[in-house]
């Protein structure tokens, strides 16, 4: 039975149509119909946060989202986060400080970080360890992670402050 | 997943229309995060997915005469930020405690009171009821209930924001195919919920094309109120054991009380021993303590889970101190 339908949505700023089957995530489509593989496959039943992107602006784990469900929605993943070719200020912290090993969460941290700080441009560490807590790492200890995601909310706060 | 034809209607009625279709196994489609799961694993596959985020009468958080009106595809983290739910923070205790951003933004609150037990039995395929209750008593049942549990039915149900809304007072709007129109009553929260006799039976009373369509909470008659979360770890995962409490506190004595635990019992456990014994007395740790103790004191654990009797007092007691803004003693 092949029932595939047509989708439009925005995708990292872009218009983008694709074929899919109602059965197909967000997930699949994303990472095997339009290639973007920075988005990550984890636990697939929405525990470990790896496969995060903004739906509408809202962090979703997109392995429970359907791929019919995005229908004119702007979705934005880890490909849209660099900014015409540079690290954002989240991705470089992530690197100058250590914060991933495997890498296999990081995606997924990255894009809920973006969330975090678009609504909070100070969070206190509390703040970021709740935020974060729908994302697992099996490697760091989160530590490194919230201490990245510090820094880049300093930084952020710093280039408003000289714009 | 099994393929599935997928409907993503605007209006109630045209939703209850498309659910109640005759030859083809429906479900309804809400937040996702449970069901997609399940579809995965095969352990539910419709025929058709009705989507009703998208039913733009359901979205609402709206104020009535009567109280507060939720439309059952409102998303969680918007009830949680929303002006007119601040006076029940046992819902707001409810939904942080889910902790996760992500599932906080996708889950709706209709989803979240019908989502199915978590029950590990009925997750691997083993049916709702686990070869009539003999599977968790026989395997591990450290999860499961420890009131109403002689029947076949072991599993606990899962909705966090269920105790909270029941002891609230809170109502639902249930739509239903008719013969020519759709169909609209009103019954108390609690009756949605039923104890499964036989694999033929879920864990709630919707029958086949019926709708949750919105959840009303009556105005607070300024009712103190908070649900108390007894957690294993931080994430997702349901909590060990939940309380909540509504008390409504006239000079310093309790009026009217109604205490709801959960993840006790196949449904949502309302102990009127533990509300009745408050009425005419001041909130403190000695009454607190006692409710706690009378809510469990008809417990019946399984062989692995005695321990959630004591984690269930517990419970009882910080929700009601915690309703009452007095220290729980815990975190
Ligand atoms: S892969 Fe989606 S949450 Fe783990
Ligand atoms: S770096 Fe390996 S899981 Fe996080």
């Known amino acids: 039975m092949s029932n595939k339908h047509v989708i439009s949505l925005e995708l990292n700023g872009d218009a983008v149509e694709f074929l899919c089957e109602p059965r197909q995530t967000l997930l699949e489509v994303l990472r095997d119909i339009l290639h973007l593989t920075g988005t990550k496959e984890g636990c697939s039943n929405g525990n470990c946060g790896a496969c995060t992107v903004l739906f509408n602006g809202r962090p979703v784990v997109s392995c429970l989202v359907l791929a019919m469900e995005c229908e004119d929605a702007k979705i934005r993943t880890i490909e849209g986060v660099a900014c015409d070719g540079a690290l954002d200020e989240i991705q470089n912290a992530f690197l100058e400080g250590a914060a991933l090993q495997c890498g296999i969460c990081t995606p997924g941290f990255i894009v809920q970080a973006q969330a975090l700080l678009d609504e909070n441009p100070n969070p206190s560490e509390d703040e970021i360890r709740f935020y974060l807590a729908g994302n697992l790492c099996r490697c760091t200890g989160y530590d490194k992670i919230v201490r990245a995601v510090q820094a880049a909310a300093e930084q952020r706060r710093a280039a408003t402050t000289a714009g | ?331």
């Open chain 2, 1 to 331: 997943m099994k393929p599935f034809e997928y409907a993503a209607p605007r209006t109630e009625a045209e939703a209850v229309g498309l659910l109640a279709a005759d030859h083809v196994e429906t479900e309804v489609l809400a937040g996702g995060t449970d069901l997609i799961g399940l579809m995965k694993q095969m352990v539910v596959t419709p025929g058709r997915l009705v989507n009703v985020k998208e039913i733009p009468s359901m979205q609402a958080i709206s104020e009535t005469s009567d109280g507060v009106v939720i439309g059952a595809a409102a998303r969680l983290e918007d009830m949680a930020e929303h002006r007119l739910l601040t006076p029940f923070s046992s819902i707001g205790d409810a939904i942080v405690g889910i902790d996760s951003q992500q599932w906080q933004a996708q889950s709706t609150l209709g989803g979240e009171l019908l989502q199915r037990p978590r029950c590990w039995y009925f997750r691997s395929g083993a049916g709702l009821l686990a070869a009539n209750g003999k599977r968790v008593t026989e395997g591990d049942g450290r999860f499961h209930a420890i009131f109403a549990n002689s029947g076949p039915a072991k599993f606990v149900n899962a909705s966090r924001l269920a105790p909270a809304l029941i002891a609230l007072g809170a109502s639902i709007r249930i739509m239903s195919p008719g013969k020519e129109d759709a169909e609209v009553q009103t019954l108390p929260l609690a009756s949605l919920y039923r104890t499964p006799r036989d694999e033929s039976q879920r864990e709630n009373i919707l029958s086949k094309g019926q709708l949750v369509t919105h959840v009303l909470i009556p105005h607070p008659q300024s009712l103190a109120n908070a649900t108390y979360e007894v957690r294993h770890g931080s994430g997702p995962e349901a909590p060990l054991v939940a309380a909540s409490a509504a008390l409504q506190v006239q000079a310093g004595l309790v009026a009217k009380a109604r205490i709801v635990i959960g993840q006790v019992a196949p449904q949502p456990w309302e102990s009127s021993e533990a509300a009745e014994s408050l009425v005419g007395r001041p909130i403190d740790l000695v009454t607190a303590e006692q409710a706690g103790q009378l809510a469990v004191a008809a417990a019946s654990p399984l062989k692995d889970n005695a321990y959630k009797v004591q984690l269930a007092a517990v419970a009882v007691k910080r929700a009601i101190l915690k309703a009452a803004g007095l220290p729980t003693g815990g975190f």
